[in-house]
C-alpha cells in the first residue's frame, strides 16, 4: 500500500551528525502515522521517533530526545530524522514505518516498512 525508501545513513565518529531521510510513495494521506526505529546486532527492534501528520504531535524515546528531531513535508511524502551528539549505542539499521494513525505511535509490528539504512558511530 505505502512504499518507504530511506537515505542518509552511514560512519561517523562519536558527537557528530546524519540526517536520514524517508521518502512515502503510494496510497499516503493525512491519516498516516510516520516514524523511525531502528535494530542493533542481536538486538530486538526498537521505537525512535514518530509523528502523527494530522495533529503535527511529536514522540521520541527517551534515549534520543533532545538529540533527535523528526520533521516532515506532507507535499512531498517525506520525513527526516536529524541526529545530532551521536553515540556508539545509536549503531543501528533504522527503519521508516508508516501506519494508520489510529494505532500505537510505538509499536514496533505495525505497518509498512522501508529496507533500512545502516548508521555506525565510532568512538
Known amino acids: 500500500q505505502v512504499q518507504l525508501v530511506e537515505s542518509g545513513g552511514g560512519l561517523v565518529q562519536a558527537g557528530g551528525s546524519l540526517r536520514l531521510s524517508c521518502a512515502a510513495s503510494?496510497?499516503?494521506?493525512?491519516?498516516?502515522?510516520m516514524g523511525w526505529f531502528r535494530q542493533a546486532p542481536g538486538k530486538e527492534r526498537e521505537f525512535v521517533a514518530g509523528?502523527?501528520?494530522?495533529?503535527?504531535?511529536?514522540y521520541y524515546a527517551d534515549s534520543v530526545k533532545g538529540r533527535f528531531t523528526i520533521s516532515g513535508a506532507n507535499a512531498e511524502n517525506t520525513v527526516t530524522l536529524q541526529m545530532n551528539k551521536l553515540k556508539p549505542e545509536d549503531t543501528a539499521v533504522y527503519y521508516c514505518?508508516?501506519?494508520?494513525?489510529?494505532?500505537?505511535?510505538?509499536?514496533?509490528?505495525?505497518?509498512?516498512w522501508g529496507q533500512g539504512t545502516q548508521v555506525t558511530v565510532s568512538s
Open positions: 514505518n508508516a501506519r494508520s494513525n489510529i494505532l500505537p505511535i510505538t509499536a514496533t509490528n505495525l505497518g509498512s
Open positions: 503510494g496510497r499516503t494521506d493525512s491519516s498516516l502515522a
Open positions: 509523528i502523527r501528520w494530522s495533529s503535527g504531535d511529536t
